[in-house]
Nanobody, 124 residues
Framework: QVQLVESGGGLVQAGGSLRLSCAAS????????MGWFRQAPGKEREFVAV????????SYADPVKGRFTISRDNAKKTVDLQMNSLKPEDTAVYYC?????????????????WGQGTQVTVSS
């Protein structure tokens, strides 16, 4: 079992930066691909970024490519999302997810565990 707790959300002006962090419990963190998803009001949860179990592979949604960076530290059992050049359309609740997968899944249904989410609001 894995428990995930996100932190780092907040209110930022357009063009600013935020760093989200997700802390995991359990002894098998390194066996999970880790992803970030987001959900805006009235919209479905959408893929943002994913990192493989070893951290050697990453994948990003087109709207965040070049602005967001996902990273992980298996010793600390954390996965971070550095968000730069934020835009109002990035406003959403951001969720950390864990997938027992040897690849980099981008579909939410492939994830086994989720955190409670952290709110990111970008003002124009």
């Amino acid at each position: 079992q894995v428990q995930l707790v996100e932190s780092g959300g907040g209110l930022v002006q357009a063009g600013g930066s935020l760093r989200l962090s997700c802390a995991a419990s359990g002894r098998t963190f390194s066996t999970y691909a880790m992803g970030w998803f987001r959900q805006a009001p009235g919209k479905e949860r959408e893929f943002v970024a994913v990192i493989s179990r070893s951290g050697g592979w990453t994948s990003y949604a087109d709207p965040v490519k070049g602005r967001f960076t996902i990273s992980r530290d298996n010793a600390k059992k954390t996965v971070d999302l550095q968000m730069n050049s934020l835009k109002p359309e990035d406003t959403a609740v951001y969720y950390c997810g864990a997938a027992l997968a040897a690849y980099t899944p981008s579909y939410s249904g492939e994830y086994d565990y989720w955190g409670q989410g952290t709110q990111v609001t970008v003002s124009s």
